[in-house]
């Protein structure tokens, strides 16, 4: 039996229908606004809500402003602007690959904190590391907080949400000082084992070293200037600034990157006079240091599936050998520096880290041997008495 309805107090603005849906009427400004329901009181709510963003400048394009709309404004309005090319483009792919498929098409006012939740949740079962996830919540947090200033949104459902707990990350994969020498030995048989050595006696970054440009060399004396880094991404290769203020450092060449770059230099001038007009580097990227044997600039994949050449002729040999990757040998190379004494506070400027508590952190696991000694310098301060 069909439920008779009120008709008589219908509130102000708000009738009843043929089909037995309540319309709901109102104009702002000129302009008629109407919304239905079934249920006299949702309609209600729906009317006051629309007016609330109207009045407070919340409503646009129809309250249809979709997630991927809002992300192509704020990237293009407010990140291009204030943060680094490489920054942009971390957050394009971080976008494209983890957020725009399963939210993207959603209104951005409608989006609630359980839904993103569940895309933490999902990405967590998947396999990917705590660090995506981060960036996708760094992603949509800076999104949203834009989004509330500019009152498209009443409120941030970021906030609202928590990380997964994650599994304690693996002990981080260190070279020891035979594995460092057996993988130089072979990769010096290897046609960019320049690059590993490089990577083994200055600790810089992938992207540090293969961005580097002659005019960064200084062999007169013997210093290797970081002042950028190379970005690929989907548009191609280019130049960055360094990751930090702190990443614009000098570092001495020792003997065997000096010796290493002049021949580095040599080679590359004669494949130059070779190959001529055959010698192709990009754009803004022609005085690389290393380089394809056409001149353009080195991806960062293949230098880590040469890694993964290497260990395989190790392990030919019938040695066993873990897989390390290309930031391994940075992390190599500081354990070096510390267990040979190297001052932590030196350490930290080489490494271009921001604060000395990052290179403590990374390489406490070297100090146990050099506490031992550190402390056998203060045992005289405290004679043992004889036992009787």
């Given at each position: 039996m069909a439920v008779k309805k009120d008709i008589q107090n219908l509130p102000k603005g708000i009738t009843l229908r043929a089909d037995g849906n309540y319309m709901g009427r109102f104009s702002y400004y000129g302009e008629r606004y109407t919304l239905y329901d079934k249920d006299v009181k949702k309609l209600q709510k729906k009317l006051e809500e629309l007016r609330y963003e109207l009045e407070h400048g919340l409503y646009a394009k129809e309250n249809k402003i979709t997630i991927d709309d809002w992300f192509h404004t704020w990237i293009k309005e407010y990140k291009v602007p204030s943060v680094k090319r490489g920054t942009i483009g971390v957050y394009e792919d971080t976008y494209s690959s983890y957020i725009k498929k399963p939210l993207g098409k959603k209104k951005l006012k409608d989006l609630r904190p359980e839904q993103i939740q569940n895309l933490y949740n999902t990405l967590k079962a998947d396999g990917y590391s705590r660090s995506t996830i981060e960036l996708v919540s760094v992603v949509l947090s800076g999104m949203y907080i834009q989004a509330y200033k500019n009152q498209l949104v009443l409120k941030n459902p970021v906030p609202l949400t928590t990380l997964p707990k994650m599994d304690d990350p693996a002990e981080r994969r260190v070279l020891s000082r035979e594995e460092q020498q057996l993988f130089l030995t072979v990769a010096r048989q290897y046609h960019y084992g320049y690059v590993y050595e490089l990577a083994l006696s200055t600790g810089m970054r992938s992207g540090e070293i293969r961005g580097l440009e002659w005019k960064d060399i200084d062999f007169q004396n013997r210093i290797i200037h970081v002042r950028g880094t190379l970005v690929q991404n989907r548009y191609g290769f280019y130049k960055d600034l360094p990751k930090t203020s702190s990443s614009y450092r000098d570092i001495p060449m020792i003997d065997n990157v000096y010796h290493l770059l002049k021949e580095r230099r040599i080679n590359q001038m004669e494949?130059?006079?070779?190959?001529?007009?055959?010698?192709?580097?990009?754009?803004?990227?022609?005085?690389?240091?290393?380089?394809?044997?056409?001149?353009?600039?080195?991806?960062?994949?293949?230098?880590?599936?040469?890694?993964?050449?290497?260990?395989?002729?190790?392990?030919?040999?019938?040695?066993?050998?873990?897989?390390?990757?290309?930031?391994?040998?940075?992390?190599?190379?500081?354990?070096?520096?510390?267990?040979?004494?190297?001052?932590?506070?030196?350490?930290?400027?080489?490494?271009g880290h921001a604060k000395l508590a990052i290179t403590m952190d990374l390489y406490a696991h070297v100090l146990p041997d050099t506490k031992v000694k550190e402390m056998q310098k203060i045992s005289g301060l405290f004679p043992v008495k004889g036992v009787s």
């Open positions: 494949k130059k006079l070779l190959l001529g007009p055959d010698w192709k580097p990009l754009d803004k990227l022609e005085n690389l240091v290393i380089t394809t044997d056409t001149g353009k600039p080195l991806g960062k994949t293949y230098l880590n599936n040469g890694i993964k050449t290497i260990i395989k002729r190790i392990e030919k040999s019938g040695q066993e050998f873990s897989y390390i990757s290309f930031h391994g040998l940075r992390h190599s190379f500081a354990t070096r520096c510390i267990e040979n004494g190297m001052e932590p506070q030196v350490l930290k400027v080489i490494l």
